[in-house]
């Protein structure tokens, strides 16, 4: 594959990502509610992806664009004994499910990201997720799949697989944007 058909791919993921600028807006909306009410954010991924939900919680913790409050959100994928722990006891499957099932809480959100939207453990989590009746949203590549099945929401995306993870990265940008913007006056601004 050639650089242009590289490129070629990656505005198809973005074309993908750009009609689903409404579903990003709605989710930063209700991150900020669920954030804002004491709630907090899980993130997972394997690869590539576990660094994009290393992002994501990084821009909730720290800032995205602005000063503000920081925000609950852990990247499972981060929690290194954790992970190691769960996958030699219980097996890989288990890596992120077992840890959602001791950190989710109703009122939390679930973020689960995936190229191919068929890897195991994130299936696991998101059973897990929703069973602690958190809310459980996939980043995934084209729908059908079987995280995006398994999830409340998708927002699925069309094309390669490093193209995907490519718009999966502005997707979190947009994600976070919409948060700041829809976070209530008084968490815009520490001192």
């Known amino acids: 594959m050639s650089i ?27 991150l900020a509610r669920r954030l804002s009410e004491g709630g907090r954010l899980l993130a997972a991924g394997n690869g590539g992806s576990a660094a994009e939900a290393q992002h994501l919680t990084a821009e909730l913790v720290g800032r995205f664009r602005d000063d503000r409050a920081p925000f609950s959100a852990i990247a499972l994928c981060s ?8 996958g030699n006891d219980y097996g890989y499957d288990q890596v992120f499910a077992r840890q959602v099932t001791a950190h989710a809480r109703p009122g939390d959100v679930v973020v689960l990201l995936s190229t191919s939207g068929k ?27 079987p995280l995006a099945a398994e999830a409340e929401e998708a927002l699925a995306l069309p094309g390669e697989p490093a193209n995907v993870q490519e718009a999966q990265l502005v997707a979190v940008h947009a994600l976070c944007k919409a948060f700041e913007a829809a976070l209530p006056a008084a968490s815009r601004r520490v001192s």
């Open 119 to 145: 890897s195991p453990n994130l299936l696991e989590a998101a059973r897990a997720g929703r069973a602690a009746g958190a809310r459980v949203w996939a980043f995934t590549g084209p729908a059908p799949n």
């Open 4 to 30: 242009e058909q590289h490129l070629s791919g990656l505005a198809e993921s973005l074309a993908g990502l750009r009609a689903q600028a409404p579903r990003i807006t709605r989710w930063g909306g209700l």
């Open 79 to 86: 929690e290194t004994s954790s992970v190691t722990a769960i």
